[in-house]
């Protein structure tokens, strides 16, 4: 080949290249305008845009851009929820569409790495580097597709690994008041799980207890083979909502992977009032207690969007933060519907400084059958019972009003009581294997 005909070979791939670019090239942008701001809505006069998308409010000095999401529409105007501060919107502001949902940057680099609710990091580390973007909205994998649960998962817990095993791709609950010790219970497992990668969402937190939970509760240990996510209480309500969405597509691209993930969320009723505070704002009524239809809506598609896949699992742990102590609060009876098992942490067993303090008569884990021998199944029934029979009689035990040899049940709980609660009791530094748990349990469980 001549030269002349290799540089006009060159120049057509050029041309055609350019052609390609020029033909994705968007070359008018229309662009909308900032009508008013009320409360925690920004209203524009357009762009042309669908529920979800991503868009950027241009301040007037042009320097700083704010981001936002479309969340409805009202006649002719867009209502939009900002993604930061928004202290400089005023009317005229461009609004730009960015074409696209919200979605997060996904890589292995992820592990050991500290992310905000958008998935930014916030660390020192610097920035992540990503090879895919997965967006934060997706649909549940099919019901016909997934996996069977079949394998336990060691959270290395003995009362959890014992008496309320949790299987792979379980869905499950921490219900529990304020103070109980559910944000140590979780640092326990993710700890000590035998899980391939921990996602934690730390949705609504106090800045003081976020350093404290990576520091003192999950360890340096923990922190390298998780992704954490924070975004504290005084972050937008559609920030705290984000860190969900967000949590839930970095452990589904895990699990695509073919790994087997721990997702905790902590605490999924703060993810709920974030959603009433966003449908409160664009003129949703409130339902229950305040809580709007759309509230009862998200959570199963969020839910269900963990659990096993056609390759790889979400483990995923939920907790609960029920309000004064009422199990039966909207949120925490729709989350209890939806999942596969719920842990109860009792306040009184926390006041008697017995931790972790998992009430196990009102606990159950419903895969458990599945997942491990009969042997334990029996023993950890036998347990469940000798604990509730206890419980019965606990008050006249108490006050001293029952006597020995009135009732034989009762005298055999008492009989196997203390050892019962020595099993069930366990330090924060302590840690089980799974076959060490289940040993334990083998050997004291009672027979009556």
């Not at 959270?155 to 010790?181: C, E, H, W, Y």
């Not at 969320?265 to 229950?288: C, F, H, K, Y």
């Not at 035990?397 to 020595?422: F, M, Q, T």
Request: proline fraction near 5%.
């Amino acid at each position: 080949m001549t030269a002349a005909a290799t540089d006009e070979s060159r120049a057509g791939g050029l041309l055609t290249a350019l052609e390609g670019r020029l033909a994705n090239t968007e070359l008018v942008r229309i662009n909308g305008r900032v009508v008013q701001v009320v409360g925690l809505v920004i209203e524009s006069q357009g762009p042309d845009v669908q529920i979800g998308d991503l868009c950027e409010v241009r301040f007037r000095n042009r320097d700083t851009v704010l981001r936002a999401e479309v969340v409805g529409f009202r006649t002719d105007r867009v209502l939009l929820m900002p993604l930061g501060e928004r202290s400089e919107i005023g009317p005229g502001c461009d609004v730009l569409s960015m074409g696209r949902p919200l979605g997060v940057n996904v890589s292995n680099a992820l592990l050991g790495r500290i992310l905000d609710g958008l998935g930014n990091p916030i660390d020192t580390l610097g920035p992540l580097p990503a090879s895919e973007y997965y967006p934060l909205t997706s649909s549940p994998p099919h019901p016909l597709r997934r996996q069977m649960i079949e394998h336990h998962l060691s959270v290395g817990v003995k009362v959890i690994d014992g008496l309320l095993t949790l299987g792979q791709g379980q869905r499950v609950g921490i219900f529990a008041g304020s103070g109980v010790g559910k944000s140590v219970l979780l640092g326990m497992m993710a700890r000590n799980t035998e899980a391939d990668v921990n996602v934690i969402a730390l949705v609504g937190e106090r800045g003081r207890e976020v350093r404290e939970f990576i520091d003192r509760d999950l360890g340096a240990e923990g922190l390298a083979r998780s992704v954490v996510i924070v975004a504290t209480s005084d972050q937008p309500p559609l920030v705290r909502l984000k860190a969900a969405l967000t949590a839930t597509a970095v452990a589904e691209y895990f699990r695509d992977a073919g790994k087997n993930v721990l997702m905790m969320m902590d605490s999924v009723t703060r993810v709920a009032m974030a959603q009433r505070d966003v449908g409160l704002a664009i003129g949703e009524p409130p339902a229950t207690r305040g809580y709007t239809p759309s509230v009862f809506a998200f959570l199963p598609r969020l839910l269900e969007r963990a659990g096993a896949g056609e390759r790889g699992s979400i483990t995923a742990i939920y907790s609960v933060l029920v309000e004064g102590d009422d199990m039966n609060e909207p949120i925490a009876d729709a989350v209890r519907g939806i999942l596969d098992g719920h842990l109860v942490l009792s306040r009184q067993l926390a006041a008697r400084y017995h931790y972790p303090s998992v009430d196990v008569p009102r606990s159950i884990s419903r895969v458990m059958p599945s997942v491990v021998s009969e042997a334990q199944v029996e023993a950890a029934g036998r347990v469940r019972e000798l604990l509730s029979i206890f419980e019965e009689a606990q008050d006249l035990i108490n006050i001293g009003a029952y006597k020995s040899g009135s009732n034989p049940r009762v005298d055999w709980a008492l009989k196997h009581i203390e050892s019962i609660d020595l099993f069930l009791k366990q330090g924060i530094d302590e840690s089980y294997t799974f076959d060490d748990s289940v040993g334990q349990l083998l050997k004291l469980a009672p027979r009556g």
